[in-house]
Structure formats: structure tokens, C-alpha cells
């Protein structure tokens, strides 16, 4: 199970608001969601997830807190996020590794600096990638030792899905202009645009749809009031319906 960390800004005129989730990469669903004032450090929600055993969570540097990935570690779940800048570490050995996957460097070590050595006294997995397509050298930090480093690389690369998800959010369910500017008629208006998200996904999944989410959505829109099986409406070849062939518009002039 592969999951991220992400966070978006969502700017009314009058307050700022910062939207947290927790996203599933096999499906692409929120299972979290918490919406903060923009002044609450992204970090904080650490504190309000279960971490899963077995489960890769995947983040930002915002959420880089060596006590707090720790006590993730001891429950048994494997985080994959970047290194600051001013990181102090320790080598304790290199492994060997396949520079034509862009993988330059794949190190075991400690903590240096006392407050964060303190906070997470075990190993930790350092990997150094180079990203051809963007020209920009990226140093990943994780708690697994045994999946390979270009596939560390990899898991990275797939948070953008949240990025995606975020855009996809609001362009398609309206949420770039606000009908309210109040706290409550901000979040209202969030909530009631990933509740839309999460339905329609679900029936995608439940039905077994080759349909786009926003192409579903469309056909929602224009047949919101029809009195039509849903699986009917998504369908295809879709038959008109007795009332599609015997129309209720009387003729003006019968000749």
C-alpha cells in the first residue's frame, strides 16, 4: 500500500485555508482529510494519522520531523521523503548501485546533529537520484533497507498523483471561486467537492467504468433529474428511453 502526504492552499479574500490529505495510490481516494487555518505547520499532522504497518507513506520535506517518522518506524511503516539542505549525517557504509538508473549514491547512516540524533537514534537509508528530465539532483531519506533504491526513486515520483489530484479537483468541480467567504462556507464548498469526487470514483470502481471521472461527471449534469438506472445512464450504447420516442411537447396546429 502506497500512500501519500500532501497539502494544497485554498486563498478566499478574507482567510487563507490549507486542505490535508491523506491519498491511496491504488485508487487515487482520499482517506484523510483535514482542513487547517494556513498558519498550522504542515508537520502537525503527523500527530493525527494511524500509521499502517507495512504501509510506504510518502511526503514532502514540510513533514520532515525525526521524532515524530520515529515513532512511525516502531510501528512497523516505511516513510520515503527528501533531505533539507543543512542535513548532518554520518556515513556508516555505501551500497553498490546502477548509475544508469540515475541512482548516484545509496548510503547507510546516522544522525549527527544532537536534537535529531536524539529524535531518531536508528539508521536511515540515504539515496542520492539524478532526474535527467528535470536536470535536478534529488537526495531521498527512508526507513527501508530492502526495496532498491531506483524504486525508492520511483515511489517519490508518484506523489505528484496528489498534485494531479488537487488539479483535477479544481478545474473540474469548481472550486476556484468561492460563493461564500466565511470559514464555514469555505470548507462547505470543499467538502462537497471531494464528496463529489469520492461518489462518482466509487461508482466508476463499482461498475467497472472505462469512462474518465469528468466524462461521468458531465453526464451527471445533464441527466441529473432522469429517472434512469445508474448503470444505464453510463452506458455506451445507451437506448432512447419510451419518453425519448413519444416526446410530451403537443403539436401547435394539427392538420
Known amino acids: 500500500m502506497y500512500r501519500l502526504v500532501p497539502w494544497a492552499y485554498f486563498t478566499p479574500k478574507q ?14 481516494i482520499p482517506v484523510f ?4 487555518p494556513a498558519r498550522v505547520h504542515d508537520v502537525n499532522m503527523l500527530d493525527q494519522l494511524t500509521p499502517e504497518a507495512g504501509a510506504f507513506y510518502v511526503m514532502d520535506r514540510g513533514y520532515l520531523n525525526f521524532e515524530r517518522l520515529h515513532r ?21 557504509r555505501s551500497h553498490p548501485v546502477d548509475k544508469s538508473s540515475g541512482v548516484q549514491c545509496d548510503q547507510t547512516i546516522a544522525l549527527r546533529w544532537f536534537y535529531s540524533a536524539k529524535g531518531y537514534p536508528d539508521p536511515l537509508r540515504r539515496i542520492r537520484y539524478w532526474d535527467a528530465p528535470r536536470e535536478k539532483r534529488l537526495v ?11 524504486v525508492i526513486a520511483e515511489l517519490y515520483r508518484r506523489r505528484w498523483h496528489v498534485e494531479l489530484f488537487f488539479k483535477w479537483i479544481k478545474q473540474h468541480l469548481r472550486i476556484k471561486a468561492f460563493y461564500g467567504t466565511s470559514e464555514n ?16 470514483a466509487i461508482v ?6 472505462q469512462l474518465n471521472l469528468y466524462t461521468m461527471l458531465q453526464i451527471l449534469s445533464v441527466s441529473l433529474f432522469e429517472k434512469i438506472p445508474i448503470n444505464q445512464a453510463f452506458s455506451l450504447n445507451r437506448s432512447p428511453s419510451l419518453e425519448d420516442e413519444q416526446p410530451k411537447q403537443l403539436q401547435l396546429l394539427d392538420f
Open 204 to 209: 466508476r470502481k463499482r461498475l467497472g467504468l
Open 72 to 92: 512511525w518506524t516502531l510501528h512497523g511503516a516505511f516513510f520515503v521523503t527528501r533531505a533539507r539542505k543543512n542535513f548532518r549525517f554520518a556515513r556508516l
Open 15 to 28: 482567510h487563507a485555508l490549507k486542505l490535508h490529505t491523506l491519498l491511496d495510490l491504488r485508487g487515487r
Open 185 to 200: 462556507a469555505v470548507k462547505t464548498q470543499v467538502w462537497i467537492a471531494v464528496c463529489s469526487y469520492l461518489l462518482v
Open 140 to 150: 531521498f531519506l527512508t526507513n527501508n533497507f530492502v526495496l532498491p533504491a531506483h
Open 33 to 36: 482529510l483535514r482542513i487547517t
